[in-house]
Structures are given as structure tokens and as C-alpha cells.
């Protein structure tokens, strides 16, 4: 079974920084999407990036990020960092990475068919 466990949250005061972590487990094959969402309080899931291994890899940011975050593998391909710069007070939410077998827009969230327990960012104002 497909596992992702999500890492790094925590209370950062505006205008710092986090990296937070995404494990994934328990894979059936070498080629999947892991994305990264955000999901404020009385808000929808927001996309935030995904990043693809299939057919020669890919990266896609939503517009909104503007270069503050980035999507990147670690050392194993089964993990993603996502570091977040210069961090505001309406980026507060909880934050979600999800896994995808096959994926064409990449920010819709009924794309992915595994999704990690959250992890919360507050940013302190």
C-alpha cells in the first residue's frame, strides 16, 4: 500500500523560511507525480506544485508561487522537499503532498489517487 508521510511544518514568523518533506512508500512502479496542496481553514484544497519522473520528468508551479517556492527530489526519488521562502501570513495552512500514477494538469487535486496526513505551517505575523 502507498504511503506518504509529510514533514517539516511549524510556526515561522513572516517572512522566513521551511522545507518541508514528503516520503513515499510502499510504490508499485518507478513512474508517478507527487504534488504538493494547501488547504486553509474554511478554504478548498490550492494546488502548489508537482513534480513528475514520467517520460523525461517535469516540474510545474502554479502562477501564484512566483518563484517563493521550490519543488525538488531528494537523494531518493521517493522523497520531495518543497522549500518555502519568504513566507506570509496567508500562507498558513495545512499542507498536503499527494501521489499520482498518471497525471496531465497536475493541480487538480482528483488527479492523485494517494494523499499524506498534512502537515500544518503557521506563519506568524
Known amino acids: 500500500e502507498v504511503q506518504l508521510a509529510e514533514s517539516g511544518g511549524g510556526l515561522v514568523q513572516t517572512g522566513g523560511s521551511l522545507r518541508l518533506s514528503c516520503a513515499a512508500s510502499?510504490?508499485?512502479?518507478?513512474?508517478?507525480?507527487i504534488g504538493w496542496f494547501r488547504q486553509a481553514p474554511g478554504k478548498s484544497r490550492e494546488s502548489i506544485s508537482a513534480i513528475s519522473n514520467i517520460a523525461g520528468g517535469n516540474i510545474y508551479y502554479e502562477d501564484w508561487v512566483k518563484g517563493r517556492f521550490t519543488i525538488s527530489y531528494g537523494n531518493a526519488k521517493n522523497t520531495v522537499y518543497l522549500d518555502m521562502n519568504t513566507l506570509q501570513p496567508e500562507d498558513t495552512a495545512v499542507y498536503y503532498c499527494?501521489?499520482?500514477?498518471?497525471?496531465?494538469?497536475?493541480?487538480?487535486?482528483?488527479?492523485?489517487?494517494?494523499w499524506g496526513q498534512g502537515t500544518q505551517v503557521t506563519v506568524s505575523s
Open positions: 510502499g510504490l508499485t512502479s518507478d513512474n508517478y507525480v
Open positions: 499527494a501521489l499520482a500514477w498518471i497525471a496531465t494538469t497536475y493541480s487538480n487535486p482528483a488527479e492523485y489517487d494517494f
